[in-house]
């Protein structure tokens, strides 16, 4: 049995009976693993194909893990099981509560026939760039968490333009990629303005802001809306040293400073929700019941993994933009 065959007039493309022929050969157990497929010139001789055609069928099944190429040796099967139609490259900043909600979300949603390889970058760029670069070629699809990174989105315009997803931020650099996004100024500017009437009780806006994992556009959507309602505000990078007054309000993105704040306010004998007030971000079911229920600003990361998984199942090329909403507790 040849480990390819080509028909003429069936309204298949070639390079898709290529893919179908080898998958067929692998199933009925005739090319084994590490076993040769034929050279890219035989096939083309044989059935009076173009490399770029031959090329193409090869390099979907090396994207999917089925064969790999041993430069100028040629293309070897890599596995036996072809059950697998896509191989997802997976590029996360940093593994929380939040964002495995995000990949068991995807994950339920994607699929069975569907490999998902997951990596961190953890903010640091020289990893971005290599985990970008050992993985070009190797996946049908690409999602990637950038976050603020600076050389990001050059890093990802290595990646093949169709290939690409990007995922919980994006920027100007980044608009031509589909993407499923928060709109951090929109959300923490729509979110402090559903809070307002419970705000207008308190003398000061107080936002803990590192700089560094966040993004800037929870800062400057925070800025905004003190300015346009006339807030007394202030920035601060961390929570230290810091004694808390009566009348302010803390927002918090990171769970370390909320944690911080709701200790220092416990030796100071400060009545949470009384004498002080806290909106922390991301929703997380432990929020619920601390401290009698702790106000929140945050996604629903379900859902952006099940977003996600529809536009890539779908083929879908969008920009959508994740929904957020200020769930009001106790500490507000």
Not at 49 to 78: C, H, M, N
Request: with cysteine; charged share 25%; net charge positive.
């Amino acid at each position: 049995m040849k480990a390819i065959s080509i028909q003429n007039n069936v309204g298949i493309p070639k390079y898709k009976q290529i893919i179908a022929s080898i998958e067929k050969t692998i199933e009925n157990g005739m090319l084994k693993k590490d076993g040769k497929l034929p050279s890219v010139n035989k096939v083309c001789l044989e059935f009076s194909l173009s490399r770029d055609t031959v090329f193409q069928a090869y390099d979907e099944l090396k994207k999917r893990g089925v064969i790999y190429a041993i430069p100028g040796k040629g293309y070897y099967v890599k596995s036996t099981s072809i059950t697998i139609k896509q191989r997802i490259f997976l590029l996360f900043d940093e593994l929380n509560i939040f964002k495995e909600d995000i990949y068991n979300s995807f994950l339920e949603s994607i699929g069975s026939n569907v490999q998902v390889d997951i990596f961190f970058h953890h903010f640091n760029v020289q990893v971005f760039k290599k985990l970008i670069n050992d993985s070009n070629g190797n996946y049908t699809k690409y999602i990637i968490m950038p976050t603020n990174l600076k050389e990001a989105a050059a890093i990802i315009k290595t990646l093949p333009v169709n290939e690409v997803y990007i995922l919980d931020q994006t920027n100007a650099a980044l608009k031509s990629y589909p993407a499923i996004y928060q709109n951090h100024f929109k959300d923490i500017y729509n979110g402090l303005l559903k809070g307002k009437s419970k705000l207008n009780k308190y003398q000061k806006l107080i936002l803990i802001f590192p700089g560094f994992r966040e993004p800037i556009g929870m800062k400057t959507g925070f800025e905004k809306f003190c300015e346009d309602f006339l807030f007394s505000f202030e920035i601060i990078s961390e929570f230290k040293n810091r004694e808390i007054k009566k009348g302010e309000v803390y927002i918090i993105p990171s769970d370390r400073d909320l944690v911080r704040v709701i200790e220092t306010s416990k030796f100071k004998n400060l009545k949470l929700g009384l004498d002080f007030g806290i909106i922390s971000y991301n929703e997380t079911p432990l929020k619920k019941i601390v401290e009698n229920g702790i106000t929140t600003i945050s996604t629903n990361f379900d859902a952006m993994g099940k977003t996600l998984a529809q536009m890539i199942l779908e083929g879908k090329k969008e920009q959508i933009e994740n929904k957020s909403a200020l769930i009001i507790r106790n500490s507000l």
